[in-house]
């Protein structure tokens, strides 16, 4: 059964805004903070989407930064709606740029779309400097023994993929990156889908019409409250060496 990407559906973008993901560009400037980038810095934004984080980080720091993404669709759109920036195509587990090129890496709501996590997690590494940061803002399972249950639901969307924070933090530390700040942002994941239940009705009725019926927004939704989501940022730095 084909996968439908719900970042490519109006009815995610109305609701969510430009940035595609709870809290808009709070844990950005967060994380911008937190990381201490300067303008001579190159960042990376890891499934950019339409770009608005590139452009936003450009706008308000000054700071170079680069989105890939492996929609088209999403790409041509930010293009044509923000004429300076540069968006490629590309994947998490085939970035498409050399060794040490970049001082940050932001994965924000997107490394729970991506196939194989600890391809990923060395791409990353090998793409950024030493002392490199990533910066990681998802959603996460607190109930995590029902993850098993979301694996049958064809749709292309970070509650799809919630991750197993345990899990993650094991990965990201057999993979050389040492975790320097994690934080639970919860109250932004709720806030939304307030904001959701009230423009939609219910949050099953907004599956349906972002995914055009492809689940069955109840059941997925069902199972997606057992599992209890919430939502973090996470900051890490990449060791001395990737493993390549």
């Known amino acids: 059964m084909k996968c439908c990407n719900a970042y490519e559906s109006e009815y ?32 990376l934004d890891l499934g950019s989407g339409m770009g608005s984080t590139v452009n936003y980080v450009s706008e308000k720091y000054g700071i170079k930064a680069v989105g890939v993404d492996p929609s088209k669709k999403l790409i041509k759109m930010g293009k044509d709606k923000y004429k300076s920036i540069d968006l490629v195509y590309g994947t998490g587990e085939k970035i498409p740029f050399k060794d040490n090129k970049f001082k940050g890496v932001f994965a924000e709501c997107t490394l729970s779309l991506m196939n194989d996590l600890n391809c990923v997690l060395k791409e990353v590494s090998r793409v950024l400097k030493k002392d490199g940061w990533f910066v990681i803002n998802d959603v996460y399972a607190k109930k995590s023994e029902f993850l098993k249950e ?54 099953s ?40």
């Open 150 to 203: 979301l694996n049958g639901f064809p749709i292309n969307s970070c509650m799809r993929g919630l991750h197993d924070l345990k899990s993650l933090k094991k990965s990201l530390m057999d993979n050389g990156f040492k975790i320097l700040h994690i934080e639970d942002c919860s109250d932004m994941l709720k806030s939304l889908m307030v904001k959701i239940i009230f423009s939609h009705g219910s949050m």
């Open 205 to 244: 009725v907004f599956w349906n019409k972002t995914t055009r019926c492809s689940i069955d927004g109840c059941e997925f939704e069902n199972v997606l409250r057992k599992c209890k989501p919430g939502y973090f940022i996470l900051m890490a730095k990449r060791g001395e060496k990737f493993n390549g």
């Open 12 to 43: 995610m973008r109305n609701v969510m805004g430009e940035t595609l993901r709870p809290g808009g560009f709070q844990l950005t400037d967060k994380a911008m903070e937190f990381c201490k980038f300067s303008q001579e810095d190159t960042l």
